[in-house]
């Protein structure tokens, strides 16, 4: 595909604006009936989202639908439920002085939105993300990752048939175009991406103060105490760590592991994997591929350090990474040093959870959590710790509850959305103080008669 001209993004972005001022976005019904059109829109093209993420990344049908399909359809019946009473007016109540007047909070949209994607979930996060301005009332301009082109195409063509271009734009590049795209002056940014990606676009918004959402990453741990139903969390922590080959931004990151159950949980997580891919998980229609070749190059150099007890397999042509576990990791190897983003496992072995505590909160807030253990020993370890979102023996499945808003904390991100914090983050929560006429109290005005009443008051 071809990269979106600067004066087609300029264009377009004119569109926009221009249909924002017809007020249509604002009326409850279109922002509805949009609503269901995506969704048709995305039941029409489910077999070619299918198809194109298994060209991109090897995703099985299975895994397209659960990861990425299913979510975007939940998160559209949910906001279709819920839409007319999130957007009602909300009275509040009003205090003694400002009697007789009322008040109340208004949502409005906060205008024409840029939403930039990643290519891990291309199909979920931009699409997930667009929910959010369609139901805040907004207009939006798209713009997928081109490391999964495929994808992109067919998110074009399901754009452009579902939609007036006035309303919901795409374009598609590189870095360059999602710099000219910076250059304009969007009302809300929402992007998704790394840390380092996330403050080149907190700076371009700067320039205009434009508001921003944020969903980045990091390093996210995963504790096992020594208390911990060991065949479940070997079972739970397999999964979050190989779905998407662990191209997942909330995947468990590093394992630190009680010394007493390291070689029962080690054992019994190569164990799963082996049930769920085979000897040779490279044979599976399940397991993904790792994006492209540059990926393949900075997760091979993540090999080099520990002892890999597990798997350790790396084929270019393929693009292909087999699950590994590295043991025996010091906190100073490259793999503990960036967010590693590929089905690797480095575990760390703790006598002490006040150790891990330490090191956890010596590092940049997490995006996710995972803690393996009794619910009083959680309890202790996320009051002393910081993190965007957790589970407590479990991994990922915080985000599949569209009640619990996602996001991450510091540097791993900016904002909540999902459900009702979709809606509220392209909105602006106005407030609004009605005052009558029939009454106008002299205190307020010079020369402020009877001001010691008032101060009583007050």
Partial sequence: MNDTSLETIESLFAGH???????????IAFRTEQLRRFKNAILKYEQQITEALYADLHKSAEEAYLTEI??????????????????????????????????????????????????????????NSLVGAISGGCCAMLKPSPYTPTVAKVMEDLIHETFDEAYISIVQGGREVNKALLEQR???????????????????????????VLELGGKSPCIVDASANIDIAAKRIAWGK?????????????????????????QKIQKNITDWYGENPQESKYFPRIVNENAMKRLQKLLVDGKIVYGGKVDFTDKYISPTIIDEVQPDFPVMKEEIFGPILPVMTFEKIETVISYVNSHEKPLAFYYFGTNKSAKDVFLKTSSGGACINDTLMHITNHHLPFGGVGNSGLGKYHGRDSFLAFSNARAVVTTPTWLDLPVKYVPFRFFKWVKKIL
């Avoid at 604006?17 to 009326?27: A, E, G, L, P, W």
């Avoid at 969007?186 to 921003?212: E, W």
């Avoid at 779905?243 to 949980?265: R, W």
């Fill in 70 to 127: 299913s979510i975007v359809l939940q998160e559209i019946d949910n906001h279709l439920k819920h839409l007319k009473y999130w957007a009602k007016p909300k009275k509040v109540s009003t205090p003694i002085h400002l009697l007789p007047s009322s008040s109340r909070i208004i949502y409005e949209p906060l205008g024409v939105a840029l939403i930039i994607a990643p290519w891990n979930y291309p199909f979920q996060l931009l699409m």
């Fill in 186 to 212: 969007f009302d809300i940014i929402f992007f998704t991406g790394s840390p380092d990606l996330g403050k080149v676009v907190m700076k371009a918004a700067s320039a205009h103060l434009t508001p921003v």
């Fill in 17 to 27: 604006r221009s249909f924002f001022t017809t007020h249509q976005t604002k009326d």
């Fill in 242 to 266: 190989m779905i998407n080959a662990g191209q997942t931004c909330i995947a468990p990151d590093y394992m630190f592991v009680h010394s007493s159950v390291k070689n029962e949980l080690l």
